[in-house]
């Protein structure tokens, strides 16, 4: 499955940006969806997931009540819409989805993921 992942880019402290990942390929519905980051220098890391079935939703601590992740199942794309940005928050945002069933902590592991985008650039500027 090839995951494109849009919508990065550069915006001020306190800003927004929407990030969406989408799928050309994919012929049967994830399980869950899911976007890590990966900051210069750190590994990657957890920002969100989402169950495809149920849009149950797992926040990282670092992003809660700033971002929020959804799924469009008509589309089939998974957004992560950005508020509040922090110039912490500058990193390469990566979706990924997955085939694996498990309880909600699951999806904040990356071996839970099968397949991953391209990732995306986000820069918050101070």
């Known amino acids: 499955v090839q995951l494109q992942a849009s919508g990065g880019g550069l915006v001020e402290a306190g800003g927004s940006l929407s990030l969406s990942c989408a799928s050309a390929?994919?012929?049967?519905?994830?399980?869950?969806m899911g976007w890590f980051r990966q900051a210069p220098g750190q590994e990657r890391e957890f920002v969100a997931s989402?169950?495809?079935?149920?849009?149950?939703?797992v926040y990282a601590d670092s992003v809660k009540g700033r971002f929020t992740i959804s799924r469009d199942i008509a589309k089939n794309t998974a957004n992560l819409q950005m508020n509040g940005l922090k110039p912490e928050d500058t990193a390469v945002y990566y979706c990924?989805?997955?085939?694996?069933?498990?309880?909600?902590?699951?999806?904040?592991?990356?071996?839970?993921?099968?397949?991953w985008g391209q990732g995306t650039l986000v820069t918050v500027s101070s």
């Open positions: 990924a989805d997955s085939l694996q069933y498990g309880d909600r902590t699951y999806y904040t592991k990356s071996h839970a993921y099968d397949d």
């Open positions: 390929t994919r012929t049967a519905s994830p399980v869950a």
């Open positions: 989402i169950s495809w079935s149920t849009g149950e939703t």
